[in-house]
């Protein structure tokens, strides 16, 4: 060692020229450019299909509720003609129920069946108690349970009215009964208010990176060998530490690249989509913010991948094992949507769950303390310094080549 | 100058060089003779600084090729076994990374690129995208990539592997002018033919040792054959590997 400084601009000319190859090398390449460019696509039509899909539940519902009737078999229905009355007027349909009731339910020929026993007359003509049976299946979901519900909601505001009266007849308020009243007032800003939108945004930016630089891990390290030039790319005056570090920022780039397009086509897709129940905004600070708070997260993402993709002896094989390690990083974001935990000193430190939190606070336009943030930046890079130190012990061992 | 003594690596069981010495003049062809797995790959690879050597020295114009690998890798040049290039850059820049590797920009990267392309006569690829280039083209690709630098030394690993008889030619007149430019050049082959007509000084190998070195002629009369091939055949003491 004559002179480091030397040594270190030296380095640093190595570093440039090898990284300015790879990513010339990589723009020509269809796959990496496939991988910016489906994402760019993806993402809104993911998006799109996923809110279109939400919002017409939402109306498929309304729709069932107000317009058609719903069909409801009654068992003694001759017992109880107010109430078959009533029914009719929230828009149910009364039939005679099949013999075997229960079984037609089990059977599902019938939603729902609703008995009226024998003494419910009696018991309605004195005041007392009078006793409905309603059968039906709870393991039925979906649109088909909206018709049960809006007979158990007829049914009670039913059973009011009649407490109602019958506290008038006896000279009572009927307010006695309703000694409270809940009213539900929401103030959630609107943006709080797509929470399903909210938790998809994680698993996206996350896995977008590891793909973003999946091919550059892979072509530069194991597809670098099975081409044969690795070799005499290793006999060349370039010290193993500068040529790991400029495969690996190559990868970072294209990793980055895809992530900004990805929050590109986000932030447009938020703004244009045809979608009225959504109001999200990707401002272009957001669109920064989010980019920054995740480079610890690419420079990790990337640098596992380069690890990885070092030790395969093939292509192949190291697309089969970087496929799989893609999804590894959004496994603890499957917390998120479980817990939805606030950022926190106990989780921030976590890759992956805590850039997936950031991400989501900032979407939200909630404040974060900064230090958390930095929490999260400086545990994820530290990590994969872990990766960066072990990726380059590996390339200066001579089974590197074997 | 290229320097080896009493070189020995190991692959767990497997002796792939065992006691190998011998010296590589300038301005001289050396060749590395031997059937397939006697050690020769081994034995450059040492050279070229990518193995160690479990004992023994591989010194290039002096200098350690293990303990001063970077001044070595910027003395030599080397065409690996079974060379790749980089199919989806040009010809052109393919040379020219290598070239910046070693510190070469400018024009004066470009007149040594292409001095190299009226040498190797690449006129017609050079900037074509390698993809689909045929064996003979892709070597002489990363023969320029090798010599950019006008490396001092030469290490050639099977060079004519896959080519055919016009692209063999014009690789060994490559390769005499290199000699009378004054490079040391040392190079392998399993075919004796080719080292025979090249070569200024044989080493024979076989089973990782070194079983015969002199001149074509030395070899001959070593063996009392005045065949060069019956004389390789008694050397390395079996037919195996000949093919």
């Keep these: ?402 | 100058m290229i320097e080896v003594h009493n070189l020995k690596k190991h692959f767990k069981a497997v002796k792939a060089v065992d006691d190998i010495s011998f010296v590589a003049e300038d301005g001289k062809i050396t060749g590395l003779l031997g059937p397939n797995g006697a050690g020769k790959s081994t034995t450059l690879k040492m050279l070229y600084t990518v193995l160690e050597p479990d004992s023994g020295k591989a010194l290039i114009d002096g200098f350690d090729s293990h303990k001063e690998s970077m001044t070595v890798q910027s003395s030599i040049g080397v065409l690996t076994h079974n060379a790749g290039i980089y199919e989806r850059l040009t010809a052109r820049e393919n040379i020219c990374y290598f070239g910046e590797l070693h510190g070469l920009t400018g024009e004066h990267l470009n007149n040594r690129i292409n001095e190299l392309v009226d040498v190797l006569d690449m006129e017609k690829f050079i900037d074509r995208r390698c993809k689909g280039f045929s064996q003979g083209q892709k070597t002489k690709v990363a023969l320029a990539r090798a010599l950019v630098h006008k490396p001092k030394n030469v290490l050639l690993d099977e060079p004519t592997n896959g080519l055919d008889v016009m692209a063999t030619r014009g690789l060994r007149e490559v390769i005499l002018r290199l000699k009378e430019a004054g490079h040391c050049v040392l190079l392998s082959s399993h075919i004796m033919q080719e080292v025979a007509f090249l070569c200024d000084e044989i080493v024979i190998i076989a089973n990782g040792k070194v079983v015969a070195n002199g001149s074509p002629d030395d070899i001959r009369n070593l063996s009392n054959e005045d065949n060069l091939e019956d004389a390789f055949v008694k050397a390395i003491g079996s037919e195996e590997g000949l093919g």
């Design chain 1, 1 to 402: 060692m004559k002179n480091t400084a030397a040594t270190r601009s030296n380095q640093l000319r190595m570093i440039w020229i090898i990284f300015r190859k790879e990513v010339i090398d990589n723009f020509r390449d269809r796959r990496t450019l496939n991988t910016i460019l489906g994402a760019t696509i993806l993402v809104p039509l993911l998006l799109f299909s996923f809110l279109w899909f939400a919002e017409k539940t939402i109306k498929d519902e309304t729709d069932s509720i107000s317009a058609e009737a719903i069909q409801l078999a009654v068992v003694g229905a001759e017992h109880a003609p107010n109430l078959m009355n009533w029914l009719e007027q929230s828009n149910f349909a009364i039939n005679d129920a099949p013999k075997d009731y229960e079984q037609a339910v089990r059977d599902g020929e019938e939603r729902m069946i609703l008995k009226i026993t024998e003494d419910y007359p009696k018991r309605f003509a004195t005041g007392e108690t009078a006793p409905l049976l309603l059968i039906h299946d709870s393991s039925i979901v979906g649109l088909e349970k909206i018709g049960y519900q809006s007979l158990q909601r007829a049914i009670y505001t039913y059973g009011n009215r009649i407490s109602s009266l019958r506290l008038q007849a006896r000279g009572v308020s009927p307010k006695v009964i309703h000694s409270i009243q809940l009213n539900v007032s929401d103030v959630a800003p609107s943006e709080l208010r797509n929470t399903q939108v909210l938790t998809m945004m994680p698993y996206l930016i996350i896995i977008f990176i590891m793909l973003g630089g999946m091919y550059l891990a892979i072509d530069t390290t194991a597809g670098e060998r099975e081409n044969g030039s690795l070799e005499t790319l290793l006999i060349q005056p370039a010290s193993r530490k500068s040529i790991v570090l400029a495969k690996l920022l190559a990868t970072m780039l294209f990793s980055a690249l895809t992530l900004f397009f990805v929050l590109l086509s986000l932030a447009f897709s938020f703004k244009f989509l045809p979608i009225e129940s959504f109001e999200i905004t990707l401002s272009a600070t957001k669109i920064a913010v989010i980019l920054m708070i995740n480079l610890p997260f690419v420079f990790l993402g990337c640098s596992l991948m380069v690890f990885l993709a070092s030790f395969t002896k093939s292509y192949k094989e190291a697309q089969s094992y970087l496929s799989l390690m893609a999804i590894v990083p959004s496994m603890p974001l499957i917390l998120l949507s479980f817990l939805s935990p606030e950022p926190s000193l106990s989780n921030m430190w976590i890759p992956s769950l805590s850039q997936g939190l950031i991400v989501i606070e900032t979407l939200k336009g909630e404040h974060i303390d900064l230090a958390l943030i930095l929490l999260s930046m400086v545990s994820s890079a530290l990590v994969a310094l872990l990766f960066v130190f072990m990726t380059i012990k590996l390339y200066e061992r001579e089974r590197i080549l074997g």
